[in-house]
């Protein structure tokens, strides 16, 4: 198995799985799965403006940076339904209160 990482602007840091040259994969977060991909395609013609913007990683530094990313979207998504700021407030009451 080969990991991916997509060093382009639109693309970067996104992780893909190749477990032969015709059969690479995606993350996806929320279904939490592998998705079958073309997306390494212009990755790899000498035409495309995307042309060697990847670099390979190991297994463990592929999933390492999708544990990350999975925290930063579960902080995102707590921000924007307003529960991490109402939780910040809370605790920051809380610290002020024992001063």
């Known amino acids: 198995m080969i990991?991916?990482?997509?060093?382009?602007?639109?693309?970067?840091?996104?992780?893909?799985?190749?477990?032969?040259?015709?059969?690479?994969?995606?993350?996806?977060?929320?279904?939490?799965k592998w998705v079958r991909t073309s997306v390494m395609t212009k990755y790899r013609q000498t035409d495309s403006p995307e042309y060697g913007k990847f670099e390979e990683i190991s297994e463990s530094d592929a999933l390492a940076l999708l544990d990350m990313q999975r925290i930063n979207l579960k902080i995102c998504l707590l921000w924007?339904?307003?529960?991490?700021?109402?939780?910040?407030?809370?605790?920051?009451?809380?610290?002020?209160?024992?001063?």
Request: no cysteine.
């Open 3 to 32: 990991y991916f990482r997509l060093l382009d602007e639109l693309n970067k840091d996104e992780i893909i799985k190749q477990e032969s040259l015709n059969n690479e994969y995606q993350y996806v977060f929320g279904d939490e």
């Open 80 to 99: 924007r339904s307003g529960l991490l700021q109402n939780l910040m407030k809370d605790s920051s009451i809380r610290a002020e209160s024992r001063i």
